[in-house]
């Protein structure tokens, strides 16, 4: 089967640093998302990002499907960013089948 | 749109009891997948529909396990004598079909078995 892995599994910052979350993926991974999972478990859409770079506030993503990896920047990080993200890929068989999820990283950001 | 809704997001049943989860994708999404988390862990994928057909199934879905998804509209999940090891969130995502692929979320329900 396809794998995703992340990088760092734990990540502790201070309010305000920024920060690198990378996730890598196997051949025939593409259609990636990324994804905060607040503490209630809900998994909130940061990003649907196959390739290319895209950016939402202090947010942004950059795929390089070529290379096989993904990298999600976290800038000026506050409390509320606290939480797992998980990047996740869609298994390119044509037919629109699963997500296979990395095992996440958890960001703790402190005051 | 309204966002994907799950019933109920809590549940404790006692081990061997049957428990049944509902999911309301977004209007107009004609794709639904059921995932489960464990602790600690990513979601894993149960099974996929497209409109009514149940067109994938993993193989942590035992025989315990059936879903389905009569009108094409909101999905349900039934697990049967449930089990210690089924204590879990249980997650519903939808998407709209077609070449779009991006897979939104519900909030999940969490059972406990105990």
């Excluded at chain 1, 201070?14 to 196997?26: D, I, K, V």
């Excluded at chain 1, 998980?86 to 997500?99: H, I, P, Q, V, Y």
Aim: proline share 4%; glycine share 8%; charged share 20%.
């Amino acid at each position: 089967g396809i794998q995703v892995e992340q990088s760092p599994p734990d990540l502790i910052l201070q309010e305000g640093a920024n920060s690198t979350l990378r996730c890598n993926f196997s051949d025939s991974v593409n259609n990636l998302q990324w994804f905060h999972q607040n503490p209630w478990g809900q998994l909130i859409n940061l990003f649907y990002i196959p390739s290319g770079t895209k950016q939402n506030g202090r947010l942004s993503a950059t795929t390089v499907a070529t290379e096989r990896y993904s990298l999600l920047y976290i800038s000026s990080s506050q409390t509320t960013d606290s939480g797992v993200y998980f990047c996740a890929g869609r298994e390119d068989t044509g037919t629109a089948s699963k997500l296979t999820f990395g095992t996440g990283t958890r960001l703790q950001v402190t005051l | 749109d309204t966002g994907v809704s799950q019933d109920p997001r809590h549940k404790i049943t006692k081990r061997g009891q049957n428990v049944t989860f509902r999911c309301d994708p977004i209007s107009e999404h004609n794709r639904l997948y059921w995932y489960r988390q464990t602790l600690g862990q990513g979601p894993e994928f149960l099974t996929y529909f497209q409109n009514e057909a149940q067109l994938e199934k993993s193989r942590l879905l035992s025989d315990r396990f059936s879903a389905e998804r009569p009108k094409g509209s909101f999905s349900t999940l039934e697990i049967q004598r449930t089990e210690q090891g089924d204590s879990a969130m249980y997650l519903c995502a939808s998407t709209r079909g077609g070449a779009v692929y991006e897979q939104y979320f519900g909030p999940g329900t969490r059972l406990t078995v105990t």
